[in-house]
């Protein structure tokens, strides 16, 4: 079955980095994109971008495209997202997840971690 | 990118219907038939409902359906159920290789 699993609750200080993981199982890893969505607290979910584990193209939403990254190992199975110059306002709940159209950019996304949390905090 | 505009909240008693509207653009919304729908309960992951505006993945219930008019999409909740109260969130795709999610909608049962 599905699986899609993420590292541990983060805590940072401002200007901090935080990476994290995303361990995806019981399908063919390469050929579904991956989102990024966090979700401040009280707040909706916010697009953050994906990436194509195949070959690792990535997009990025317009207002992080200057601290994100988001990268694959395909040996792993496993998807990273990196979040630099951190700021209180990062403090959120970090979910990756599917896509649920094989080889799609553009379908919704059925399978989600179980979520991040990270807080930012001095 | 602007988040997509749903109404803050909507209720309804057992047994009824409620419609949740998604309004966007001729950028998003209007565009593209890639319009979904995401239930999320307190201290859970979101569940996708809806995708490209009105298929039902396996083991949503026949209750949940969704439509889309110009740039506003809409999902109906036929025959409320308590377990239904919940947050909504509607998703589109918006083009070069972003997608954009909605306000949000609390249902409530009364």
């Known amino acids: 079955q599905v699986q899609v699993v993420q590292s541990g609750a983060e805590v940072k200080k401002p200007g901090a980095s935080v990476k994290v993981s995303c361990k995806a199982s019981g399908y063919s890893f390469p050929s579904y994109y991956i989102h990024w969505v966090r979700q401040a607290p009280g707040q909706g979910p916010e697009w953050m971008g994906m990436i194509d584990p195949r070959v690792g193209s990535t997009s990025y939403a317009q207002r992080f495209q200057a601290r994100v990254t988001m990268t694959g190992d395909t040996s792993t199975s496993t998807v990273y997202m990196e979040l630099s110059s951190l700021r209180s306002e990062d403090t959120a709940m970090y979910y990756c997840?599917?896509?649920?159209?094989?080889?799609?950019?553009?379908?919704?996304?059925?399978?989600w971690g179980q979520g991040t949390l990270v807080t930012v905090s001095s | 990118q602007s988040a997509l505009t749903q109404p803050r909240s909507v209720s309804g008693s057992p047994g009824q219907s409620v419609t949740i509207s998604c309004t966007g653009t001729s950028n998003d919304v209007g565009k593209y038939n890639y319009v979904s729908w995401y239930q999320q309960h307190p201290g859970k992951a979101p569940k996708l409902m809806i995708n490209d505006v009105n298929e039902r993945p396996s083991g949503v219930p026949d209750r949940f359906s969704g439509s889309k008019s110009g740039n506003t999409a809409s999902l109906t909740i036929s025959g409320l159920q308590a377990e239904d109260e919940a947050d909504y969130y509607c998703s589109s795709y918006a083009g070069t290789y972003s997608h954009v999610f909605g306000t949000g909608t609390k249902v409530t049962v009364l």
């Open positions: 997840a599917r896509a649920c159209v094989k080889g799609s950019s553009t379908s919704a996304v059925d399978y």
